[in-house]
């Protein structure tokens, strides 16, 4: 294969993702905050409304041109061909105010003017919304007769799979009446349930006395939680037990907000829309059949004694007999328990991805030197890490909280990952080509955070200390994005059939968490008293059925870094390509290009062998340190 050529720089020859004013910027221990002033100047530039307003005027003419020959099918291929460019053009310059504004936010989540005018954006881009809608509901209306002829022109090629996606909707979708009436209830619905969430959250603050403090001090949420990480047991267990006491006090306004967006879900999704089992809502729109996404949680649960058998080899290194909750994350101390400043990080993860491929490094340098990353803790900043695009023309953006452990850099390699993926299909595809599934979503992610793991193994094969201190890292994440997660997505699961009868109390939200948590934790893990109100603190129940994209991911990539490792000369440029494609592929088909079948039992069984084989490991250090 031909190597991979392109070239990143982030000044005024960067490439289609950033306009010309990103300028490079000097890396230090400091930690940094983002200059999205290439999107806008600030969040009060007239420029905001003035998109806003314009979107709202095209979407409104868009809807007027082309409404009524989509329902008499008078499109043409090169007539369709063109409205779908338009369709795109209006909603990159329509979504460009809500995603800045809402990114803002997410910093200051205490400024109630943000608040208002994020609040003002989401009814406008409502207005976008209620014009195009037709647009894709009237090309799934259409007859298989139309589709055949138009939707499988050549001309068409560059969007087949998101045609295929929009006439898969047919079967699911109501009357235009209805799907318009939808569009002004969902203002209200999950996204204001998930934004009043993190304001409320944002509020919160505890009174702790942590290990280095001579008494008690103030903290948020995000600097509480990562005391279940701290080397002290008894500063793991008072922290976890707070900010758990915390959510079991406020659990009937979470029982509540999940109420009401599970209620929404069965009401309209399931007994409107007719998807049955409910999480085949998620399911279609990721392209993966329910059958992929059944066997993959299947083989997970059949592997949950792998968890077990890691959380024991634990309990024995740390010498704790009643392993509990917060214990899984307890830190292995080593005599080298560095902490990692800013540019140390950044050094690091730099090496690693120029050793895998230049052209990958220099991509990933791009993301820190064009300042895209917003590390610093501050009152009010949610909490968290994520990434996030903004089409075609715009250069991606990250959110992390950094506080330096190695933890705080395999999430900069995490979402470093992402970034990377943004990148490429930006370059690559047009803006309905980037609607990332979240079967793939989670790929570039995950192996970017094996690609960092290889590298600290390679360096520290002869201390065996150090060796396991990497080892328990990576093995403690993959508990969190396999396991967890999938025990998660069953607690989901059976959440919502439980609720089609009614909608639940905290108590019965929290009976179906220990029934399904325990399976997990098997007799390898026990659980403190308020541990059963752990569903009321994960935020991503907000988006029903998200979470076992992280365990997708994690297994998916396997397969994909088993590829690398066959073939490390030549898969780095197969791998970019891989990202390139976007969302131009569906999941099967683009990992069907490289070589892995998702719909095998055994592509997902082969990521256990990898994950037995790193217990084993640890296994084998923790006898011989003994």
């Known amino acids: 294969m031909e190597p991979y050529k392109k070239e990143f720089k982030c000044f005024s020859d960067y490439p289609r993702t950033a306009r010309n004013n990103l300028s490079q910027i000097q890396i230090t221990d400091e930690l940094p905050v983002w200059n999205l002033s290439y999107i806008y100047s600030n969040y009060s530039d007239p420029k905001i409304m003035e998109d806003l307003n314009?979107?709202?005027?095209?979407?409104?003419?868009?809807?007027?041109?082309?409404?009524?020959?989509?329902?008499?099918?008078?499109?043409?291929?090169?007539?369709?061909?063109?409205?779908?460019?338009?369709?795109?053009?209006?909603?990159?310059?329509?979504?460009?105010?809500?995603?800045?504004?809402?990114?803002?936010?997410?910093?200051?989540?205490?400024?109630?003017?943000?608040?208002?005018?994020?609040?003002?954006?989401?009814?406008?881009?409502?207005?976008?919304?209620?014009?195009?809608?037709?647009?894709?509901?009237?090309?799934?209306?259409?007859?298989?007769?139309?589709?055949?002829?138009?939707?499988?022109?050549?001309?068409?090629?560059?969007?087949?799979?998101?045609?295929?996606?929009?006439?898969?909707?047919?079967?699911?979708?109501?009357?235009?009446?209805?799907?318009?009436?939808?569009?002004?209830?969902?203002?209200?619905?999950?996204?204001?349930?998930?934004?009043?969430?993190?304001?409320?959250?944002?509020?919160?603050?505890?009174?702790?006395?942590?290990?280095?403090?001579?008494?008690?001090?103030?903290?948020?949420?995000?600097?509480?939680?990562?005391?279940?990480?701290?080397?002290?047991?008894?500063?793991?267990?008072?922290?976890?037990?707070?900010?758990?006491?915390?959510?079991?006090?406020?659990?009937?306004?979470?029982?509540?907000?999940?109420?009401?967006?599970?209620?929404?879900?069965?009401?309209?999704?399931?007994?409107?829309?007719?998807?049955?089992?409910?999480?085949?809502?998620?399911?279609?729109?990721?392209?993966?059949?329910?059958?992929?996404?059944?066997?993959?949680?299947?083989?997970?649960?059949?592997?949950?004694?792998?968890?077990?058998?890691?959380?024991?080899?634990?309990?024995?290194?740390?010498?704790?007999?009643?392993?509990?909750?917060?214990?899984?994350r307890a830190p292995f101390v080593i005599k080298e328990d560095r902490k990692y400043t800013y540019t140390q990080a950044m050094d690091l993860l730099q090496d690693t991805y120029n050793d895998f491929y230049k052209p990958f490094g220099a991509a990933f340098e791009n993301m820190y030197r064009c300042g895209l990353v917003h590390a610093t803790l501050k009152a009010g900043k949610r909490g968290g890490a994520y990434c996030d695009y903004f089409g075609p023309t715009y250069a991606p953006i990250i959110l992390v909280n950094y506080q330096g452990t190695l933890d705080d850099v395999s999430t900069i390699a995490h979402e470093g990952g992402h970034w990377i993926h943004g990148l490429l299909f930006s370059e690559k595809q047009s803006l309905l080509n980037s609607d990332i599934p979240m079967a793939t979503a989670e790929t570039a992610s995950v192996f970017n955070e094996m690609l960092l793991t290889s590298r600290l193994l390679k360096e520290n094969k002869d201390n065996k200390e150090k060796s396991l201190y990497i080892l328990l890292t990576k093995l403690d994440g993959i508990m969190a994005t396999v396991f967890r997660q999938i025990a998660f997505s069953y607690f989901e699961q059976s959440a919502f059939k439980t609720s089609e009868n009614g909608p639940l109390t905290p108590e019965q939200f929290s009976e179906v968490f220990v029934k399904e948590y325990g399976q997990l934790f098997g007799d390898a893990v026990k659980m403190m008293p308020d541990f059963k109100y752990e569903w009321a603190r994960i935020p991503h129940f907000m988006r029903p059925f998200y979470v076992y994209a992280y365990a997708f991911g994690e297994l998916a990539t396997i397969s994909l870094y088993q590829k690398y490792i066959d073939n490390p000369k030549e898969f780095p440029a197969e791998y970019m390509e891989f990202l390139e494609a976007g969302s131009s592929l569906n999941p099967q088909d683009l990992f069907t290009k490289v070589g892995i079948d998702l719909k095998q039992k055994e592509t997902w069984e082969s990521g256990f062998k990898y994950i037995s084989s790193l217990i084993d490991q640890t296994e084998k250090l923790v006898s011989d340190m003994n």
């Open 54 to 328: 314009k979107s709202i005027a095209a979407s409104s003419d868009f809807k007027k041109k082309y409404e009524l020959k989509i329902n008499k099918e008078k499109l043409s291929a090169a007539e369709l061909l063109e409205a779908i460019k338009e369709y795109e053009n209006i909603w990159q310059t329509g979504i460009l105010p809500q995603q800045y504004v809402s990114n803002i936010h997410n910093t200051d989540m205490n400024n109630t003017e943000l608040a208002a005018l994020l609040g003002k954006i989401e009814i406008m881009t409502s207005s976008i919304s209620k014009n195009m809608s037709f647009f894709e509901n009237g090309l799934a209306r259409t007859s298989d007769k139309y589709k055949k002829k138009v939707f499988m022109d050549n001309r068409l090629s560059t969007y087949r799979n998101w045609l295929s996606k929009v006439a898969v909707r047919k079967m699911h979708l109501l009357s235009e009446d209805q799907e318009q009436l939808l569009i002004d209830k969902d203002i209200n619905g999950v996204n204001a349930w998930s934004n009043f969430r993190r304001i409320y959250e944002s509020k919160y603050s505890f009174m702790f006395k942590g290990p280095n403090d001579d008494e008690e001090k103030k903290y948020t949420l995000t600097e509480l939680t990562k005391f279940v990480e701290n080397n002290d047991r008894d500063t793991r267990q008072k922290a976890a037990g707070l900010f758990l006491n915390k959510f079991n006090q406020d659990s009937y306004i979470y029982a509540q907000i999940y109420n009401s967006i599970i209620q929404d879900m069965i009401l309209i999704e399931k007994n409107r829309r007719g998807y049955s089992p409910m999480i085949s809502v998620r399911n279609i729109g990721s392209q993966l059949d329910d059958k992929v996404v059944e066997v993959m949680h299947q083989v997970i649960k059949d592997n949950y004694k792998l968890a077990q058998r890691y959380w024991k080899i634990k309990a024995q290194l740390l010498k704790i007999k009643d392993f509990n909750n917060a214990d899984v």
